[in-house]
C-alpha cells in the first residue's frame, strides 16, 4: 500500500523555486550596498595613510631618531625609514627599513593611485604634483616636526578610474597630518 501525500518529507519543486527566486532576489538589493565606491576607496586610503603618518611621527618621538617616509608615486607605494645607528642621517637601505618594522613598505589600494584627478590644490597649497613635499620625501626629526624646519606639503590621491574620487593628506609644519576629501558637487576640499 502506498503512504498518503500528506505523509511525505520534503519540499516541492514549487516551493525550492520560490526560494531560489526569493534569494535571488534578496540578493540582487543587498549585494550593491558592499560594493565600496571609488570616492570611498580613495577616501578610506587617505586615513589610512594618515594614520600611518602619524604613527612614524610617534616612533620618531619615542625612539628620539629621525624618520623618513619616501613617496613612489610611478609604483603607488611608500616606505619609511628609521635612523638605526643614531647619526641623524636616512641613505635608504634595508637596515633603516627594518629599524621601524611597524611601517616597513606600503603600497596603495589596487585601485587607488597618487594623482591629484580632477581636483585643485588644497588650500595653501601651491606646489604641482601628486605628492608636493620636496623629493617626494617627508623627513621628520626627532622633535616629531618635518625638516627642514618650515616643511610643507601634500600627498594626492585619486582613483584609477574615477577622477573625480580625489582625497589628500596634508602636512603641516608642526608635524600634523590632515585628511581632506575632494568635493566634486561643490568644487572643494573638505
Not at 610611478?74 to 634595508?94: E, F, K, L, M, R
Not at 637596515?95 to 611601517?103: H, L, Q, R, S, T
Not at 589600494?109 to 623629493?135: E, K, N
Not at 625638516?147 to 585619486?158: A, K, Q, R, S, V
Request: proline share 4%.
Amino acid at each position: 500500500m502506498s503512504r498518503p501525500h500528506a505523509d511525505r518529507a520534503g519540499f516541492s519543486m514549487i516551493e525550492m523555486i520560490l526560494v531560489v527566486v526569493l534569494v535571488s532576489i534578496m540578493t540582487s538589493i543587498i549585494a550593491p550596498m558592499w560594493r565600496v565606491s571609488p570616492a570611498r576607496r580613495v577616501e578610506n586610503m587617505a586615513h589610512l595613510m594618515a594614520t600611518q603618518l602619524e604613527l612614524a611621527r610617534n616612533e620618531a618621538l619615542s625612539e628620539r631618531h629621525v624618520i623618513r617616509v619616501d613617496f613612489d608615486v610611478a609604483g603607488n607605494s611608500y616606505v619609511a625609514y628609521a635612523d638605526h645607528d643614531g647619526d641623524d642621517t636616512i641613505g635608504g637601505v634595508a637596515d633603516e627599513v627594518a629599524a621601524f618594522p611597524a611601517f616597513g613598505t606600503r603600497t596603495l589600494d589596487r585601485t587607488v593611485i597618487f594623482g591629484r584627478g580632477a581636483a585643485s590644490a588644497i588650500p595653501g597649497d601651491g606646489g604641482p604634483g601628486a605628492v608636493t613635499l620636496a623629493g617626494n620625501q617627508l623627513l621628520i626629526s626627532d622633535q616629531g616636526v618635518p625638516e627642514p624646519w618650515g616643511t610643507m606639503g601634500t600627498i594626492y590621491l585619486t582613483h584609477q578610474d574615477d577622477n573625480t574620487a580625489v582625497a589628500a593628506i596634508s602636512v603641516a609644519s608642526s608635524g600634523s597630518f590632515k585628511a581632506w576629501k575632494w568635493d566634486e558637487g561643490a568644487s572643494t576640499w573638505r
